[in-house]
């Protein structure tokens, strides 16, 4: 059971570059995540998916697109890559479609630097 | 506004002794979940402990418990009998419940790094 995986663990792109970061779990979860973390921000949502077969912006959508390819994967595609880009990505899922109570569990991150 | 706010930057306890890492929010919601995740040096998000608004009782996990004062907006993370290992950052974080509209939404503090001396 690995829970939830990322790939690639670090990546470097040049500006206007595309690039898609995959992430997929095996825990049955419903809902998916895409987070960005920058350093003294804390994480902010990119992207969710609440359910197989929908997605919806977070916080921070801009230049940024996703695919919900099937209940275990979920994809984040940068189209044209640029320095304000460079950060530290995370997926997460989580159980239920939604609700306060709702636990997320977190990949281990995608280290991109866009230079 | 911040919704979440984490006053210490860095906090220093000696191994075996407890330590408190101070989480404030604000809300407008009744319904609302509160949660504490650990950031090792190695990157990835490990949760930890969850409170809800609704429970009566202060959320317990092995070391870790949730001091939850709700008329003030805290959930306190405690951690008693500190280890090396939980020298990591330490991320406060909220669900709103927000009539449905705030759906899948974790709002994060910025964090509180933690270091435990031998």
């Known amino acids: 059971n690995a829970g939830v995986t990322q790939t690639p663990k670090f990546q470097v792109l040049k500006t206007g570059q595309s690039m898609t970061l995959q992430c997929a779990q095996d825990?049955?979860?419903?809902?998916m995540y895409w987070y960005r973390q920058d350093p003294g921000m804390g994480l902010r949502l990119i992207y969710y998916?609440?359910?197989?077969?929908?997605?919806d912006k977070g916080e921070v959508p801009n230049g940024y697109n996703v695919s919900r390819l099937n209940k275990r994967e979920f994809s984040l595609r940068l189209e044209s890559a640029a320095p304000s880009q460079t950060s530290v990505y995370f997926c997460?899922?989580?159980?239920?479609?939604?609700?306060?109570?709702?636990?997320?569990?977190f990949g281990p991150g995608t280290r991109l630097t866009v230079l | 506004a911040q919704k979440i706010t984490q006053t210490q930057p860095g906090m220093f306890v000696q191994e075996k002794e407890a330590v408190t890492l101070d989480c404030t929010y604000d809300?407008?919601?009744?319904?609302?979940?509160l949660f504490w995740y650990k950031q090792p040096s190695s990157g990835e998000m490990i949760f930890l402990i969850y409170?809800?608004?609704?429970?009566?009782q202060n959320a317990t996990e092995g070391r870790y418990s949730l001091n939850f004062q709700k008329a003030r907006k805290s959930a306190n993370l405690v951690i008693s009998a500190s280890q090396l290992g939980d020298s990591a950052m330490y991320f406060c974080a909220m669900r709103e419940d927000a009539g449905g509209t705030s759906y899948g939404k974790l709002t994060f503090g910025q964090g509180t790094i933690l270091t435990v001396h031998p």
């Open positions: 998916s609440a359910s197989e077969g929908t997605t």
């Open positions: 825990m049955n979860h419903n809902s």
């Open positions: 809300t407008s919601d009744q319904s609302y979940g």
């Open positions: 997460a899922s989580s159980p239920l479609a939604g609700g306060v109570t709702d636990t997320q569990y």
């Open positions: 409170q809800g608004s609704y429970d009566e």
